[in-house]
């Protein structure tokens, strides 16, 4: 059976409230000033998202994908695989391929496609860091995002099951980017909008012709598109009733995008309901799907309206500006961060990626990172590997150091003493304006720390203040 | 196997130091030359006479020939040490140590530092290929850990805790009044110490050590062979350095509450030097003063006052220029200043001139006839730690 296994979604912390953008919309954008739009932090990217995506995607049960795949048109690296990174963090065996899809908006949906009809198990990873030059709707209307669907066509009983597809290709200018240019350029929105309301009727009724249903028997509709004015106006030129868009806070998000509000839906459904999803971008493509009794037994463990009413930290204009590399700053009088080593990086990937420490079987001792000789009892290469028990743990001591290098000044540190025992060291972020100290509970999140001058983006963990009961 | 020490063995006869602070006429070269030729017209004696040389730095410079070509040095060994902040204080045990083996006669120690060349806030930083999970804390951020967990751990008030850093800099500035060759010699009062913006965590500007630019020399000869050229020598009591295992930071056993590492150099160095209670056998301490923070603790991993009180006794005088055992009386890194590879040294040229009585208008005069160098480098957690004792009298 084709369908969904398990879903999860990430929204970043950091809003930027749209009347805070000062640069005057440019004529023929639209002028919405109203809402926040989500902003992927300084060390945020579509990888780092799309991994805290699949970790609530993969979180509650123990599937496991024999595929992954990202979707975005914000990748962090060009010509290196992105998705490399996040298969190594979820900690998949090597024999599982992991398979970047970059470039269009068409990519997420394409994804999906693929996955929906490989009887292995496929994680589909779709996001977006998105913004326009200064005064441009992109920079308003869009959103920073990540998404993560784990899907099937194989025997395994599934959450949503696929009733029908049905795809349109069409070739017509909406909206490009040139070669090197970090942004799109975009032809009259009400243009494209006008195609794609046309294609989407066309691909729906297609689809629910396969499905042997009628537009009365679908309860959710999901669309998504880069022309958020088709993506608004569809379910109301189509007279269905639409779920939450999340344009007004969130922003349109993209290659996420569907995802996000597809995730948001299953957190909501019951078994037996009918979803369409609706993917507008160069063409149509139409899912049909109905949920299961499974369902209720698999939701995401981090709900979307978690995600999108968890407490904002707001951000100024010049902020945005200066994380999305629109706004160049003068660098601190501090020595610029190192290259980390591609040798010296490789032997240390288990902790790097995974804080994956070791355990002395002696005593039982745990260090993070892995050390050979036992802090406690001396022994030497009696380790195994061992991970944090729960992902988070309680602040020992912490500072603000208003003098360290950072994207993001002030950097801040803790000691931390993990749940299940070990200690770290660790910079902790989202931290704005809370005070932390001994006692302070946080949880591990996996983030981009800076990029180097010489282009090389350092992942790494680092600890957030803990919303407990979220995935660890 | 013990740490057997080497009382009594070898004595200083001459030290010299450079003033501290922002060096702009003056290069690594210049300021190699005048400490050097400052503790050899102290101990009057020539280059040709000294055998061997340490000199300690932490990042001015790499090999012997940073010392053997300013000085035009002929064909005698010379070693350069490092060991973070407590490199001049390596620089001179190894002298030590190869004098009282008897390899040579006389040694040289010195150390030297040239930051400011640098144009960066903080100590310019050389570190081999990285893995990208190291942070990017400062040494601030690193000793303002201690903060939040002194504070936790022995229930002091965060503003009393803070009113006693701000005592620390407020004395040590005004012993570095009283010297000519500190790099700070203005006396700031208490409001303007405390009132400060911060930097990491608790410390502000006015409770970090200044960096400088310097270099402190030392000779050393056998005890025995010391009156041959000073009517003063200082004798070597106790010399021990202390590296951890460097787990503080993933041992959830450290509490972030005092430096092992300190300690262990302590009670070794106590032992070697057959001190019984330190308060009241210990003239004056020159201590690493690297952050206010750091000398409170400091005091009591040195016994020099009991856990979770030093923070008391700072705020009442205990170890002001008056009080039961003075500290830093040269004004500490704190106002003194810190180019790393020359603190270690120049803390025992106070201690030299201090025994010799004369130390002028910061004379301590409190009959007792010992003093201490604690020098310490890295982070709480990873860190070396040194304590020396040194003495005006044979035992």
Known sequence: MSGILAYGAYVPRYRLAREAISVPPAAGTGAETRGTRAVAGYDEDTTSMGIEAARVALGGHDLMPDALYLATTSPAYGEKNNSTLIHSVLGLDRSVPAIDCNGSFRSAAGALHIGLFRPARSLVVSADVRTSKPGGADERDAGDAASALLVTSGKEPVIAEVLATASLTMEFLDRWRVGTEAVARTWEERFGMEVYHDLGREALAAAMKKAGITAADIKHVVVASPNTRALRSLPKALKLNASDDFVASVGNTGSAHAGLRLADVLDRASPGETIAVICLADGADVTLLRTTELLTQRRAPVPVAALVAKPAISIGYTKFLEWRGMLATEPPRRPDPLDPAAPTTLRINDWKLRYTGSRCKACGEQHYPPQRVCQQCRSVDLMEAVRPKTGAGTVVTSVVDRLAWSPHPPLTMAVVDLDGGGRVQTEVTEVDGLELGPGSRVELTFRRLYTTRNGIHNYFWKMRPASEGRAA | ?395
């Not at chain 2, 303002?144 to 751990?153: G, H, I, S």
């Not at chain 2, 700070?184 to 410390?203: E, F, H, Q």
């Not at chain 2, 025995?224 to 021990?240: D, R, T």
């Not at chain 2, 209670?277 to 003063?289: F, G, T």
């Open chain 2, 1 to 395: 196997m013990a740490s057997n020490g080497l009382r009594d063995k070898v004595a200083i006869i001459g030290m010299g130091c450079t003033p501290f602070g922002v060096h702009r006429t003056k290069s690594t070269d210049d300021l190699l030359v005048d400490a050097s030729q400052e503790a050899m017209k102290s101990a009057g004696v020539a280059q040709k006479d000294i055998d061997a040389y340490w000199l300690g730095t932490y990042g001015t410079g790499v090999s012997g020939i940073t010392l053997s070509k300013p000085l035009k040095i002929d064909y005698k060994p010379v070693s350069r040490n490092e060991n973070f902040c407590a490199t001049g204080s390596e620089a001179f045990r190894n002298a030590c140590y190869a004098v009282a083996s008897g390899a040579y006669d006389m040694a040289m120690a010195i150390g030297v530092e040239k930051i400011t060349d640098s144009g960066q806030v903080g100590i310019p930083f050389v570190a081999p290929p990285t893995d990208g999970t190291r942070s990017e804390m400062t040494p601030t951020g690193g000793f303002a850990l201690l903060f939040q967990a002194y504070a936790e751990k022995h229930g002091v008030n965060r503003d009393d805790l803070k009113a006693a850093m701000t005592h620390v800099a407020w004395r040590n500035h005004k012993n570095g009044s009283k010297n000519p060759r500190a790099q700070y010699r203005t006396v700031l009062d208490k409001k303007t110490l405390s009132c400060a913006p911060t930097i990491a965590g608790s410390l502000s500007i006015f409770d970090c050590g200044g960096l400088s630019d310097g270099a402190a020399a030392a000779i050393i000869v056998r005890a025995e062979e010391a009156h041959k050229y000073s009517a003063k020598p200082i004798y070597v009591k106790g010399l021990s350095f202390v590296t951890g295992p460097g787990t503080g930071q993933l041992n959830p056993r450290y509490d972030f509450c005092s430096l092992p590492e300190v300690s262990a150099a302590a009670s070794d160095a106590y032992r070697q030097a057959g001190v019984k209670d330190p308060r009241k056998e210990i003239a004056l301490a020159e201590v690493h003063d690297c952050f206010t923070i750091t000398e409170i603790l400091l005091m009591e991993d040195l016994l020099f006052a009991d856990r979770g009180q030093a923070w008391r006794n700072v705020l009442d005088g205990a170890f002001d220029m008056e009080g039961r055992l003075p500290i830093n009386t040269d004004g500490g890194l704190k106002a003194f200043g810190h180019p790393l590879g020359a603190s270690g040294i120049r803390m025992l040229y106070e201690c030299f001139l201090q025994l010799r009585g004369e130390a002028g208008e910061r004379q301590v005069d409190n009959g007792r006839k010992l003093a201490m160098v604690q020098n310490l480098g890295g982070f709480p957690g990873e860190m070396v730690g040194y304590v020396s004792i040194v003495g005006s009298a044979l035992a």
